[in-house]
């Protein structure tokens, strides 16, 4: 592909968007290091877009379009020195007391259960609008030069630092600190809004994933159910991955348990459907999206030590695929490899 042909794809956008779904990434199975990509740290929050419509009204959108404006003042008040017409893309995070993403504390502050002065920041890590002129188009590094200058400094809207070429130094680093892992972005790559783009790769230290609900195993206690059954899509069928027991709090349990009952159907939503079970399955429609953390993939295609990590409200079932990491060794692949190509960016 060329750079022509690059100016031809269907990005651009002839008037300021109402909303805009957020570009995804892909994954990479191991840490790398490439004079071609920007590498900044996977930050543990929640995706959102900051919109600065021209009248100058400001609105923080998830990725499902919900609206989480009025819960967060300080993003709205930070963004008043942005110019009208302008979009950012970015990560809401809450910090604990040393300064660390917790995911916790931050769906306590948006479900109204935490209190409004726990630390919470906005953080903005690309351009898709700026004073009325689309940005989607440019190349990721002229964006982020762009998007310092436009935010500055202080506020509750934060521009990261990145830092370019060394991506494993940095994967090391989050290692060191305890946080998710690194998103590596190639330079040149442009904003290609809703779609999953290989220029864009995320590392993850701690392997987690969105699944949907399929169903629940009864609990052996007084607990309102034992195990979620989670799974995935692939080519438009629903597959299984395995059974989550572990990590519900009494909240999670709670609203969890509520949407249980009303989802419950009597037929498997699965592709094609389980012949038989060990145990007794109550199933549900696909509609229920949690967060899983886990240690790995099993040969059978379960997920290995599944622990509940979270509900996701901001994602869409559809959105739960099995993504299969590229291979990038020291910012080259091999021809075998599925990532080849990934790194000789065609701009």
Known sequence: MTVDTAERLPIELEEFPTAIRPMQAGSAEAPFSSPDYLFEVKWDGLRCLLLKRPGGEVRLLDRRFNDLTDQLPEVVATADRLPAATILDGELVATDPEGRPDLERLRKRLGGRARADVGLSFIAFDLLWLDGKPQLRQPLVRRKQR???????????????????????????????????????????????????????????????????????????????????????????????????????????????????????????LDPAPVMMGAPVHWVRPELVISVRYSDWAPDGTLRFPIFNGLRADIHPAECVRHRPRVVIAGRTPPGSPAYGLTRFPF
């Open 147 to 269: 998007l310092r200058k436009a935010v500055g400094a202080a506020g509750a809207i934060v521009v990261p630092d990145h830092i370019e070429g060394e991506g494993v130094e940095l994967f090391e680093a989050c290692l060191e600190r305890g946080l998710e892992g690194v998103m590596a972005k190639h330079r040149d790559s442009t904003y290609v809004p809703g779609q999953r783009s290989p220029f864009w790769l995320k590392v993850k230290a701690v392997k987690s994933d969105d699944f949907v609900v399929t169903g629940w195993l009864p609990s052996e206690g007084a607990d309102p159910f034992g195990a979620l059954l989670v799974g995935f899509y692939e080519r438009g069928r629903l597959l299984p991955c395995g059974a989550v027991v572990g990590g519900f709090d009494a909240a999670s349990t709670a609203t969890i348990a509520a949407e249980l009952r009303r989802l419950e159907v009597a037929e498997s939503p």
